[in-house]
């Protein structure tokens, strides 16, 4: 990106001042960041368990905290007036979840003609009580050929940050397994709106 690219995307100064309130806030709650990126600066980061509106605030603080630029997807009604700037300004990506076909092929061409991407995808889709992940996560990670980072937020510990980095196989079972054994142990904001069982996510 140069120069006048970057000027042009440079956050207005109401996002930049909403941006430094959350980070302030997310310091004085006693979050520990940890892990390490992956090299090449292109993967998918899975965010979950996604249960609480609290965890955009922790995400921010630990994506500040480890020095990520990473973009995520959020439902196209959370774009619009008041918030559709500063949602953009933070690196949010609007979807249509009604095309999700589209929104899958869209993300691999954004992969393909990006040096550096980090897309950062809650697969239960909703904050709300599911028994299934959704799989563009994985279909989008397969289709470009990027790894998985395992993104962890665990409200018991108060640590978060990126777990292992599992590349697709294209077994999808296979490779869940590794995932779903990560996220055992992590205990999200609201632990009754998770999946526990975590067989319930192979096919």
Do not use: C
């Amino acid at each position: 990106m140069d120069k006048t690219e970057a000027a042009a995307v440079r956050p207005t100064v109401l996002s930049r001042l909403l941006r430094r309130a959350l980070l302030w806030f997310y310091r004085r709650q006693g979050w520990t960041a940890v892990g390490t990126p992956p090299p090449g600066g292109r993967y998918v980061l899975i965010a979950a368990p996604h249960t609480s509106n609290w965890d955009f605030v922790y995400f921010l603080g630990l994506a500040n905290t480890l020095r990520l630029d990473a973009k995520f997807m959020a439902k196209d009604s959370l774009f619009r007036w008041p918030l559709g700037r500063f949602m953009r300004d933070m690196g949010g990506i609007a979807i249509d979840r009604r095309h999700r076909r589209n929104v899958v092929q869209a993300m691999i061409e954004e992969f393909r003609k990006r040096d550096r991407f980090v897309l950062t995808i809650a697969p239960e889709g909703t904050r709300s009580a599911v028994t299934q992940w959704r799989t563009g996560f994985y279909q989008i990670a397969l289709g470009a050929g990027v790894p998985m980072v395992v993104g962890l937020m665990d409200y018991g510990t108060r640590t978060g940050g990126l777990g292992p980095t599992i590349m697709p196989t294209g077994d999808y079972a296979a490779d869940m397994r590794q995932i779903a054994e990560v996220y055992r142990s992590v205990t999200p904001k609201h632990p009754e709106r998770s999946i526990r069982n975590f067989e319930e996510l192979l096919p």
